[in-house]
């Protein structure tokens, strides 16, 4: 994954004053979940919620050309974008999912990624106001990435309402049960085993 194009747009709305937080696929691969890979001028049902936002799209300076779609920040829940961003850790030992494997830690440092709890809630609020099915599989899918447990739920979910804990706690208490028939992991149908499970909690953003 080539980062150049994300960084280029994080700079550019820097400097004309605008705040930036990534989610999506990016974000969604920052937490361990597998990659999605989706055709620029596509909408099916797994993209359509990216329909009538304005994107930009990188030409022949990068390839493959990457597109990056422009949502206002309440679409997620994420506002005011400052508290909600991934701090910084240059002087704490962490863990790069292996669904990101080409980006280092100083690639990481200078995105601009979301905390992983405003995430989740954003994302669970954005299924319960607005029947988003992509939202709520989002939510099950970090769950999964990141083997989310109820302890970590309640300590960085607090204050939510009940309706949206309820969401939550279901898709931690249901885990196990998607783990496919065939696989061999053990933990969650992303983490093979214990190993990996520390190794993700060493993910900034997860506390």
């Given at each position: 994954?080539?980062?150049?194009?994300?960084?280029?747009?994080?700079?550019?709305?820097?400097?004309?004053?605008?705040?930036?937080?990534?989610?999506?696929?990016?974000?969604?691969?920052?937490?361990?979940?597998?990659?999605?890979?989706?055709?620029?001028?596509?909408?099916?049902?797994?993209?359509?919620?990216?329909?009538?936002?304005?994107?930009?799209?990188?030409?022949?300076?990068?390839?493959?050309?990457?597109?990056?779609?422009?949502?206002?920040?309440?679409?997620?829940?994420?506002?005011?974008?400052?508290?909600?961003?991934?701090?910084?850790?240059?002087?704490?030992?962490?863990?790069?999912?292996?669904?990101?494997?080409?980006?280092?830690?100083?690639?990481?440092?200078?995105?601009?990624?979301?905390?992983?709890?405003?995430?989740?809630?954003?994302?669970?609020?954005?299924?319960?106001?607005?029947?988003?099915?992509?939202?709520?599989?989002?939510?099950?899918?970090?769950?999964?990435?990141?083997?989310?447990?109820?302890?970590?739920?309640?300590?960085?979910?607090?204050?939510?309402?009940?309706?949206?804990?309820?969401?939550?706690?279901?898709?931690?208490?249901?885990?196990?049960?998607?783990?496919?028939?065939?696989?061999?992991?053990?933990?969650?149908?992303?983490?093979?085993?214990?190993?990996?499970?520390e190794n993700v909690r060493l993910i900034p953003g997860l506390e």
């Amino acid at each position: 994954m080539n980062s150049t194009s994300i960084r280029a747009a994080v700079l550019i709305l820097k400097h004309h004053g605008v705040s930036m937080c990534i989610t999506g696929e990016l974000a969604l691969n920052y937490y361990n979940v597998p990659r999605v890979c989706h055709l620029d001028d596509d909408f099916n049902n797994y993209t359509e919620y990216k329909r009538g936002f304005p994107r930009v799209r990188t030409t022949r300076w990068t390839y493959p050309p990457q597109s990056i779609v422009i949502f206002p920040a309440p679409f997620f829940s994420l506002d005011p974008i400052e508290t909600v961003l991934v701090p910084p850790s240059a002087d704490r030992k962490v863990h790069i999912s292996k669904e990101i494997p080409d980006l280092s830690q100083e690639d990481i440092a200078n995105l601009p990624l979301p905390r992983l709890a405003p995430l989740l809630k954003g994302l669970a609020r954005r299924f319960l106001d607005t029947g988003d099915d992509v939202a709520m599989i989002a939510v099950e899918q970090l769950v999964d990435g990141m083997n989310l447990d109820e302890a970590w739920a309640e300590k960085h979910l607090e204050g939510s309402d009940a309706t949206l804990m309820t969401l939550v706690m279901n898709q931690i208490r249901s885990k196990k049960s998607r783990i496919d028939y065939f696989s061999e992991n053990k933990i969650t149908c992303f983490i093979s085993d214990e190993e990996e499970a520390e190794n993700v909690r060493l993910i900034p953003g997860l506390e």
